[in-house]
């Protein structure tokens, strides 16, 4: 499996599940309380929601970048600030759909092998408290890419259960129904 086959379609996959899921919350909720989720949090040390989804869109753009050795756009470091101060200005849902829907459309974009020669490639990742990490692109892709964009998605599930949004397991892999072999979902 390659780069791209591995990672496009997952952060493709998830990404829809996370509309999905902001899509329940806006459709249960009165449209007041649907926005105050973005402002909710686990815990008064972690990020509120509205953060929690612009970093699983920014884990799933930096990847496409780092992995052709291309340098960040500002435009993913403006989601990086927005992300990093969204406990002050957390944006609407309507902000955070259109957001997914941008990461979704840069997504379609990339060519079928975009991220491939990347496997090997240095990636070096600096976080802003001074720790450096270099490692290859798959290293990257395996221990970085993935977890982080994980993270912050199952953070922002969390988040709306916590808040009694009625979803469950179907709606986290909601891409499975395309593997359901035919006859074999329960009745009932």
Same mark, same amino acid.
């Given at each position: 499996?390659?780069?791209? /086959? ?9 990404? $829809? ?14 449209? &007041? ?6 402002? !909710?949090?686990?815990?008064? /040390? ?6 929690? =989804? @612009? #970093? ?7 990847? %496409? #970048? ?18 990093? +101060? ?12 259109? $957001?997914? &829907? ?10 079928? +092998? ?6 090997? @490639? ?8 001074? =720790? =450096? ?8 892709? @395996? ?12 953070? !922002?599930? &969390? =988040?709306? $259960? %916590?808040? +009694? ?5 179907? /709606? ?17």
């Amino acid at each position: 499996m390659t780069l791209t /086959d591995l990672l496009v379609p997952t952060y493709t996959q998830m990404l $829809r599940a996370l509309s999905g899921w902001l899509d329940k919350a806006h459709k249960q909720l009165p449209k &007041a309380e649907a926005e105050a989720l973005l402002s !909710a949090r686990l815990a008064p /040390d972690m990020f509120p929601l509205s953060t929690q =989804i @612009r #970093f699983a869109c920014l884990q799933a753009r930096e990847a %496409s #970048f780092r992995l052709r050795g291309e340098p960040l756009p500002e435009a993913l470091e403006q989601l990086s600030r927005e992300a990093s +101060n969204a406990g002050e200005q957390p944006g609407s849902i309507a902000d955070a759909q259109a $957001r997914i &829907a941008e990461t979704l459309s840069a997504l379609r974009e990339l060519p079928a +092998n975009a991220l491939d020669a990347g496997a090997q @490639r240095t990636v070096t990742l600096a976080l802003p408290n001074g =720790i =450096i990490f270099d490692m290859t692109g798959a290293q990257y892709a @395996r221990d970085w890419a993935l977890p982080q964009f994980y993270f912050h998605l199952t953070t !922002a599930y &969390a =988040i709306l $259960r %916590s808040r +009694n949004i009625e979803l469950g397991k179907a /709606d986290y892999v909601a891409h499975m129904l395309g593997y359901l072999r035919p006859g074999s979902a329960p009745q009932g």
